[in-house]
């Protein structure tokens, strides 16, 4: 079982940046791939970024190449989101979410999901 709690979100304007963290529970964090997804309203969660259980691989969405950046520190069982260059497009609820499966850009493919965390980014 990972119980996961973000934090760091809140309002910024566009251009700005903003630090996601999202802790989690349990020995066995490491074990587990790591993402971000994001929902904006009216719309379906979507895939950001994920990191693999070691931080040897990461994947991210077009809409934020370049912008976005996912880490993880395993010592402190802690997945972060680095958002640079916020755009309106940015704004929703950004969850965490660890994982097991090859599928790593599915929402389907996660077990354990945080509450999440709203940006709102103005322009």
């Known amino acids: 079982q990972v119980q996961l709690v973000e934090s760091g979100g809140g309002l910024v304007q566009a251009g700005g940046s903003l630090r996601l963290s999202c802790a989690a529970s349990?020995?066995?964090?490491?074990?587990?791939?790591m993402g971000w997804f994001r929902q904006a309203p009216g719309k379906e969660r979507e895939f950001v970024e994920a990191i693999t259980w070691d931080g040897g691989r990461t994947y991210y969405a077009d809409s934020v190449k370049g912008r976005f950046t996912i880490s993880r520190d395993n010592a402190k069982n802690t997945v972060y989101l680095q958002m640079n260059s916020l755009q309106s497009e940015d704004t929703g609820v950004y969850y965490c979410a660890a994982g097991r499966s090859a599928s790593r850009v599915r929402v389907s493919g996660y077990q354990y999901w945080g509450q999440g965390v709203q940006v709102t980014v103005s322009s």
């Open positions: 349990g020995r066995t964090f490491s074990r587990y791939d």
